[in-house]
């Protein structure tokens, strides 16, 4: 064995052996590393702009795109996970004991048993448990998403430091892209395509896909609070989650609760709901994805919606962001596949021909 094949095993155990140690130190805060990386990617180009306006003053316009990111970005979702939490906690004793779900529960037992007389037999089953169904929805919630707070807001250590990681992020944006072109094994080329197309991919999915998802649901949750339906919160956070399935999309949350208002004789509150979710609902799908999308990587929303759940069933509520950014870098290396195999082909016919 020779002197080079020595260092250089050792040098690979060496740097596994460091990298794992690694892993182990940051393990506490990869969550928050990771949405800090995310909100850079999908940011970097506010930053550049706001560089730009600065008169290429990196520290300032870091600051400033850190300071919207946390004004418009996360206080929001806190607040928003913090009465969605509420509403399913609430929610969630009334039907334990009975008390405050059981209007709504009757009344939607009675919807059931007046849509079965209209709708031919066999249709819909009036036996069915609605309770065990909501109960089961709501601990799925409360167990999968309380876990946003421990992971990243439970502390005011981990806050900080994602806001942090943020600035610095936008500071060394390009350096850390450079280096990772540098230490990886591909061509120079294929790396910056790969970079740019999971860029793409991710800004498509967040801002195309789940960006649309949100809205849609603030509208239904805003409809159901006008229209008087209980807990628009925990509706709403489900009717963005439902926005992403084809073809029914909200249509699942807001059909049943216009069917509610209509049988539990608020005729006029049903009428509204209906017109808000035809119009409002509705239409902001095509205006929103018109103007981000547009020339923009196509990613099948009912895609987006299993990586989701699949993302949040395993890594519980970070798994919202690191689903859709699985399948972003899935499509960017199936996008450059062809071009690495091109070139892998070339490499061999120029082979072939020298011989």
């Keep these: 064995m020779s002197r080079k094949t020595i260092q250089l095993a050792f040098f690979a155990v060496f740097t596994a052996g460091i990298t794992?140690?690694?892993?182990?130190?940051?393990?506490?805060?990869?969550?928050?590393?990771?949405?800090?990386?995310?909100?850079?990617?999908?940011?970097y180009p506010v930053y550049k702009r706001l560089a730009y306006q600065f008169n290429g003053k990196n520290n300032l316009a870091a600051f400033a795109t850190t300071f919207l990111i946390l004004a418009f970005i996360i206080v929001p979702i806190i607040v928003t996970f913090t009465l969605l939490l509420k509403e399913?906690?609430?929610?969630?004793?009334?039907?334990?004991?009975?008390?405050?779900?059981?209007?709504?529960?009757?009344?939607?037992?009675?919807v059931m048993e007046r849509l079965d007389t209209l709708l031919p037999s066999g249709v819909i089953n009036?036996?069915?448990?609605?309770?065990?169904?909501?109960?089961?929805?709501?601990?799925?919630?409360?167990?999968h998403f309380d876990s946003i707070f421990i992971a990243v807001f439970g502390g005011i250590l981990n806050f900080i430091l994602m806001l942090i990681s943020l600035y610095y992020l936008f500071i060394s944006g390009e350096k850390i892209k450079n280096s990772l072109i540098l230490w990886s094994p591909l061509p120079d080329r294929y790396d910056a395509e790969f970079i740019q197309t999971l860029k793409s991919s991710i800004n498509a999915v967040l801002k195309g896909r789940i960006l649309v998802s949100i809205v849609q649901g603030i509208f239904v949750g805003i409809g159901f609070a006008i229209f008087g339906v209980g807990s628009p919160v925990?509706?709403?956070f489900i009717g963005g989650i439902a926005s992403l399935i084809p073809i029914l999309g909200t249509s699942i949350i807001t059909v049943p609760a216009i069917a509610y208002l209509f049988f539990s004789h608020h005729v006029g509150a049903g009428i509204g709901l209906l017109i808000?979710?035809?119009?409002?609902?509705?239409?902001?799908?095509?205006?929103?994805?018109?103007?981000?999308?547009?020339?923009?990587?196509?990613?099948?929303?009912?895609?987006?919606?299993?990586?989701?759940?699949?993302?949040?069933e395993l890594f519980g509520a970070i798994g919202f962001l690191v689903g859709p950014v699985v399948v972003s870098a899935l499509v960017a290396l199936m996008k450059i596949y062809p071009f690495i195999m091109y070139h892998k082909d070339q490499s061999a016919d120029s082979q072939i021909n020298l011989k």
């Design 20 to 43: 794992v140690l690694l892993f182990f130190i940051l393990k506490p805060y990869l969550g928050v590393i990771f949405i800090s990386g995310v909100l850079a990617i999908v940011f």
């Design 88 to 110: 399913t906690v609430d929610l969630y004793n009334s039907i334990a004991l009975g008390s405050g779900s059981e209007g709504l529960l009757s009344q939607a037992g009675r």
């Design 126 to 143: 009036p036996q069915i448990n609605l309770e065990i169904y909501a109960r089961n929805i709501l601990d799925w919630i409360i167990g």
């Design 234 to 236: 925990l509706w709403g």
């Design 276 to 312: 808000w979710g035809t119009v409002a609902v509705g239409l902001i799908d095509n205006i929103i994805s018109v103007i981000f999308l547009k020339d923009k990587i196509k990613i099948h929303p009912l895609i987006v919606l299993f990586s989701i759940l699949g993302g949040v």
